[in-house]
């Protein structure tokens, strides 16, 4: 089953609001060139609002209502999300999706969801990211406990995503849109559009692109030029399910804990990298981060290492 578009979800609010949400989505997607995973997100946290007003209120909201709605209304909104069993990360997206909204209003229409100012979010826990660790993801991109019954192609295809992954450090969703094209005419360096259509050049180091040209030698598939790269096992584009799932596969037969997800390989690209005496700003470049803040969450991780180099270069140490 694919995932649902913004477009396919249902805001149950009167005409007036229902249009003004609408132009909401399509001023993100035009603008700011969201994802559409993360539209999908931001439209599945404002119907779920909407959906609680109109029981709240009793009818359908209109663009009045929600100038016209008190603080105590946004808590009682939060508060039915949580015994709904929503954590604090989500109702805290949740908030930016609505105060997003409520700019677009403002600006737009003129009307004013003033009291969601003054609200507060909720406190998030603190958390560090968990990276794969090194001998891991060496297993890992050596395609070690691979599926010995499988197809060739789909191994190498795995390889080398998972290559991509660790070697470049990207998202999922970059690698599984990577064109032949781009590997192609990339000369040591790849160009990446990420988060935010933000562009960045990541590394296309030998090794990785040798896990590429494995893959395209043995796929039964055409793969065009400007098409994705990655194949699914009936020649479609590569769904990222397929790669979680491959992955859960792996922490099963290489005994990694639940924190080994794609995503935790990024981790470790970056990580591995600020262990090796990396600076932060060049892995911020490399993980196409907006902000150094972002990427100081992996100093956290390796502290450890931030010591011994302190005690080993300080005169005084």
Request: proline share 6%.
């Amino acid at each position: 089953m694919s995932p649902q578009s913004p477009d396919q979800i249902a805001f149950d609010a009167a005409p007036d609001l229902d249009a003004a949400a609408r132009g909401w989505l399509a001023a993100l997607a035009g603008t700011r060139r969201l994802a559409p995973t993360t539209l999908t997100a931001y439209a599945r946290d404002i119907a779920q609002f909407l959906d609680f007003l109109t029981g709240h209120l009793g009818e359908r909201s209109t663009l009045d209502h929600l100038a016209g709605l008190a603080v105590s209304d946004y808590r009682a909104f939060l508060a039915a999300r949580r015994n709904a069993g929503i954590n604090a990360r989500s109702l805290a997206r949740a908030l930016s999706s609505l105060r997003s909204l409520a700019r677009h209003l403002r600006k737009t229409t003129g009307h004013d969801m003033a009291a969601l100012s003054t609200l507060r979010g909720p406190k998030l826990p603190k958390s560090l990211p968990k990276p794969v660790a090194p001998t891991a993801a060496a297993d890992i991109c050596n395609g070690i406990g691979m599926d010995e019954a499988g197809e060739p192609w789909i191994e190498a295809r795995d390889i080398a995503v998972f290559s991509l992954l660790y070697g470049a450090g990207l998202r999922i969703s970059e690698a599984l849109g990577i064109t032949r094209r781009q590997v192609e005419d990339a000369d040591g360096a790849m160009r990446i559009t990420g988060k935010g259509g933000k562009t960045r050049l990541v590394p296309l180091l030998p090794v990785v692109r040798e896990a590429i040209a494995a893959y395209l030698a043995v796929c039964p598939y055409a793969v065009a030029a400007d098409e994705p790269l990655f194949r699914g096992a009936r020649g479609g584009v590569l769904n990222p399910r397929i790669v979680q799932r491959t992955m859960a596969r792996l922490r099963g037969a290489l005994g990694m804990p639940d924190s080994a997800t794609p995503h935790a390989l990024r981790h470790a690209f970056a990580t591995h990298i600020l262990s090796d005496g990396g600076d932060l700003r060049t892995i911020q470049e490399l993980l196409g981060h907006a902000s150094l803040s972002t990427t100081q969450i992996y100093t956290d991780i390796d502290e450890a290492h931030l010591m011994s180099v302190y005690r080993s270069a300080h005169p005084r140490a």
